[in-house]
């Protein structure tokens, strides 16, 4: 059956390999970005997650074209890494506000609907790093700490109303994300990664598709590591 899906950030990375994903599997799939031009063959919206008139604007358009949002996917994510004797408020709060506040405002905009279908489900994307801390990614590791707390307590409150919340933490991916890193961070990450190598996107997005279909019904507020066991026990 056809749902209608939203994944925030589904213009290129991961969030592009997720919406591709679930399209793939038959879904309507509706993808945010922010500038240039939507993906081929998803219907793009217009959409910065920082601002709710944006998120509000942008579930209008896709309830308009798909129908109301069944599977939320809150992906969009900024890094601003920098050490904290360095980092500024605005490092701190701009990331805290992409990251963690973006993943309210869509999660709230979405349950209205969901409530009322009594069903619905949500994936946000975290990272291992929410659980293990990383040297200069204060902001990015609290805001993605935050997403866990954040999607354990509406698996609580939706629950009872069939609606899943769930995460996924990746490690690292493949993405214009990591390749900033640069290479020689690259072949250090790699060295603690006991499968040896950087995740393609695509292996976190069929990780996001279990978790958003019929297979995953009785799953809510699971942290699913897709990581390569870089964060084994946590
Ligand atoms: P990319 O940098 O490749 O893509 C980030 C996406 O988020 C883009 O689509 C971008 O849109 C969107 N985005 C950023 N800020 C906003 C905003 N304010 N409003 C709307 N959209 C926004 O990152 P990845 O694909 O690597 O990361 C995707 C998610 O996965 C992020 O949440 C990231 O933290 C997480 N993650 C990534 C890992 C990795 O190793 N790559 C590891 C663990 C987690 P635009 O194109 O308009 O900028």
Not at 56 to 65: L, N, S, Y
Not at 165 to 192: C, Q, Y
């Amino acid at each position: 059956m056809s749902r209608s899906v939203l994944v925030t950030g589904g213009n290129r990375g991961i969030g592009l390999a997720i919406a591709r994903e679930l399209a793939a599997a038959g879904d309507a799939v509706a993808v945010t970005y922010r500038s240039g031009e939507p993906p081929e063959g998803l219907f793009g919206v217009r959409c910065d997650v920082t601002s709710a008139e944006d998120v509000d604007t942008a579930f209008g358009k896709v309830e308009a074209e798909q129908g109301p949002v069944e599977v939320l996917v809150a992906n969009a994510g900024v890094t601003r890494d920098t050490l904290l004797a360095i980092m500024s408020e605005e490092d701190f709060t701009s990331v805290l506000d992409t990251n963690l506040t973006g993943a309210f405002r869509v999660a709230k905009r979405a349950s209205k609907q969901m409530m009322r279908k009594r069903r619905g489900r949500i994936v946000l994307v975290s990272s291992v790093v929410g659980m293990m801390g990383s040297a200069g990614q204060a902001n990015y590791a609290a805001s993605k700490a935050g997403m866990v707390g954040f999607a354990r307590s509406l698996a609580r409150e939706l629950g009872s109303r069939n609606i899943t919340v769930n995460v996924v933490a990746p490690g690292f991916v493949d993405t214009d994300m990591t390749a900033a890193l640069g290479e020689d961070r690259h072949e250090v990450i790699k060295s603690l990664i006991p499968l040896g190598r950087i995740a393609a996107p695509e292996e976190v997005a069929r990780a996001v598709r279990f978790l958003a279909g019929d297979d995953a019904s009785y799953i809510t507020g699971a942290v699913i590591p897709v990581d390569g066991g870089l964060g084994m026990g946590h």
